[in-house]
C-alpha cells in the first residue's frame, strides 16, 4: 500500500497528504478529469491492469483504488 | 511497423503564421456561457492563455500563402524550382479543386509541379513530411514545399469547453529539399480508422450534408453546446490515446533510427494542452528540458504547433547542428514521428 501511495502522490505535481482512507478527488482543490486519466495511466503501468471508466468512477478512497489495481 | 527511411532529404525552412486577431481565454465568449471558475481551470489546468483567430474571410490558404510568400523568397528559391507542394489542412478551400492546386497557381509554381492536398488536422505536420520526403527519395521532386494551415475556429462553439478555449487558428509551411550528402531520416506513420467519430466536424462532407436540423444546437452531458455543423471532439478518448500512444512512438522512432536517448537534443510534440504534454514527457521517461512548450503562447495551433516550436527553437539558437524527434497526433486516429537531423534551416515567424 505504501508503494501505490507514493504512486498516486506523483499524479499531483505538489506535496499532498495521502492515506489509504483519504477521498483521491478532493486531495486538491481542481481535481481533474485528466488527473483521473493519470492515476488510471499509473495503475496500468504499474500494476498491469487496465481500469475501465466506470471502476475507476466507482472508487473514491485511495484503498478502492488500491483493491481494484491489485484484485482485492 | 510502416516505416518510412530516407537518406537525401533535409528540412532546410520553416514559417509559421498567426492570424493579427490574438484573444484572452477570457474573451472567448462574450456571452459568458461558462463562469469565471471554469476558464481560470482552462488557464491553469491547460495551460492557455492567448488564442489566435483568423479574420471571417480568411482560409487556411490565406494563412498559409504569405508564409510561403516569405519562407521562399528568404531561402532564395526560384519558383520554377519548386518541383511539389502539399497542403495539408481539414478546413479547405473548397472539396474541388485541391487548395494545393490553388495555392500552386497563386505562387506562381510551374506545372513541372506535384501538387496534392492532404486531409488532416493536428497530425498533417508529419504525415505531409513522410509524403513530401518520398517524392524527394525517389527523385520526381528535388524541392517540396508543405503548407500547413486550420481555421477551425470558425466552426468551433464558443460553448464548447473542450475546443473553444483550446484551439487556435495558423498556417505555417516547412521546406524540403534533396540533398547529396547523407542525411538519415526515419518516419513512422500510423492510423487507427475505428476511431474516426472521436473528433469530428460531422457535416463537413458527403456522409452527412447540412440541413436546418444539423444546425439546431444541442447540449450535451457535460453541459457543452454545440450543433452537427461544429467540431466535436471526445476529449476523454483522445487523452487516453495520446497519452499511450505517443511516448511509444518517440521510442520506436528513436530505436528504429538507432539513436540513443541522450542522442536526441529536442523532442518536438504537438501542443493540444499543457497537461497533455506534460504527461507525456512523464510517460516518455525522458528529460523535461527536450521537450519544448508553446501551448501558453499560441493555444493548440494544429498542425502549425511543431512549426512553431521550431521556430521558437530558432529564436534561441537552438535550431542549428540539432537532432529532433517530431510527434505529431489526434484526429483519423493518426499518430506519426520523425527522427532527423537539422542544421541552418531558414526560419519566418508572421504575423498574417
Known sequence: MDNFIELIKEVYDEDVELTKDSRFREVVEEFSSMMGFEIILTIEDEYDKRLSVDEFLACDTIEELYNMATGK | MPVIRTNHVKIVGVGSGLPKNKMSIYDVDKDNYFPKEKIDKMHNNVGINNLYEADINQTAADLCYPVAEALIEKLGWEKDSIDGLIFSTETPDYTTPA??????????????????????????????????????????????????????????????????????????????????????????????????????????????????????????????????????????????????????????????????????????????????????????????????????????????????????????????????????????????????????????????
Request: glycine letters at 8%; aromatic letters at 8%; a negative charge.
Open chain 2, 99 to 352: 487548395t494545393a492546386c490553388f495555392l500552386q497557381g497563386k505562387l506562381g509554381l510551374s506545372t513541372d509541379c506535384i501538387a496534392i492536398d492532404i486531409t488532416s488536422g493536428c497530425p498533417g505536420s508529419i504525415n505531409t513530411i513522410g509524403v513530401g520526403s518520398q517524392f524527394i527519395e525517389t527523385g520526381a521532386c528535388r524541392r517540396v514545399l508543405i503548407l500547413l494551415g486550420n481555421t477551425v475556429r470558425r466552426t468551433t462553439s464558443k460553448q464548447d469547453y473542450g475546443l473553444a478555449y483550446l484551439i487556435s487558428d495558423a498556417g505555417a509551411a516547412v521546406a524540403l529539399e534533396y540533398t547529396e550528402e547523407e542525411n538519415p531520416t526515419t518516419i513512422i506513420m500510423y492510423a487507427d480508422g475505428s476511431q474516426y467519430e472521436k473528433l469530428i466536424l460531422p457535416t463537413s462532407g458527403f456522409r452527412h450534408p447540412k440541413t436546418p436540423e444539423t444546425a439546431i444546437v444541442k447540449e450535451d452531458e457535460y453541459g457543452n453546446r454545440r450543433s452537427m455543423d461544429q467540431y466535436y471532439m471526445d476529449g476523454h478518448s483522445i487523452f487516453d490515446f495520446a497519452a499511450r500512444a505517443v511516448p511509444r512512438i518517440l521510442k520506436e522512432v528513436r530505436k528504429e533510427h538507432g539513436w540513443e536517448e541522450d542522442d536526441v537534443d529536442y523532442y518536438l510534440l504537438h501542443q493540444p494542452n499543457l497537461y497533455m504534454v506534460n504527461l507525456i514527457i512523464k510517460r516518455a521517461k525522458s528529460s523535461t528540458d527536450k521537450f519544448p512548450i508553446n501551448i501558453t503562447k499560441y493555444g493548440n495551433t494544429s498542425n502549425a504547433s511543431i512549426s512553431l516550436l521550431m521556430n521558437d527553437l530558432n529564436d534561441e539558437n537552438k535550431l542549428s547542428n540539432t537532432n529532433l524527434v517530431m510527434s505529431s497526433f489526434g484526429g483519423g486516429l493518426y499518430w506519426n514521428a520523425v527522427a532527423t537531423h537539422v542544421d541552418d534551416v531558414c526560419c519566418i515567424k508572421m504575423t498574417v
